[in-house]
């Protein structure tokens, strides 16, 4: 994991980088960000046009493509590395990022703060209205 911006009360934000951060994600927060991630990323490979040239170039640009495509996806943790919740924030500024707490439960009640510092840090909006996907009416 990628350290990314502090927060108020001694939290800070990271991003997770890999499938095996993803999956140890899920287990600790109870919710399915291992399957966004592995889906994610399959979608950027697959939208991978490798560039003309020898068989063993065809995967040259493939990492920074990924980059390039895939959501970021985050991880609030307290002091002692307790999970307290997780985003999942597109690239394209139109798409709607994804936040929820330990169980998909609401992040927002106990972690605003933190919630705002990263669309600071990020320079998104990230309100609860378009974020938490439960809380949609």
Same mark, same amino acid.
């Given at each position: 994991?990628?350290?990314? %911006?502090?927060?108020? $009360?001694? /939290? ?22 291992? /399957?966004? !991630? ?9 939208? =991978? ?5 020898? !068989? ?6 493939? /990492? ?9 996806? !985050? ?27 330990? $169980?998909?439960?609401?992040? =927002? ?12 840090? *990020?320079?998104?909006? *990230?309100?609860?209205?378009? %974020? =938490?996907? =439960?809380?949609?009416?």
């Amino acid at each position: 994991m990628e350290f990314v %911006c502090d927060a108020d $009360g001694g /939290k800070a934000w990271f991003r997770i980088e890999t499938e095996a951060e993803a999956i140890r994600e899920s287990a600790l927060m109870g919710h399915a960000v291992e /399957k966004h !991630f592995r889906q994610a990323e399959a979608r950027a490979r697959a939208s =991978y046009v490798p560039p003309p040239g020898p !068989f063993i170039e065809q995967e040259i640009g493939l /990492k920074g493509h990924v980059e390039r495509t895939m959501p970021r996806f !985050f991880t609030l943790r307290d002091a002692e590395g307790g999970g307290l919740a997780t985003a999942m924030v597109p690239l394209r500024e139109d798409a709607c990022p994804i936040i929820v707490g330990s $169980g998909n439960q609401d992040p =927002y009640i106990a972690h605003a703060a933190a919630i705002r510092a990263l669309g600071h840090h *990020l320079g998104r909006e *990230l309100d609860r209205t378009r %974020c =938490y996907p =439960y809380g949609r009416g």
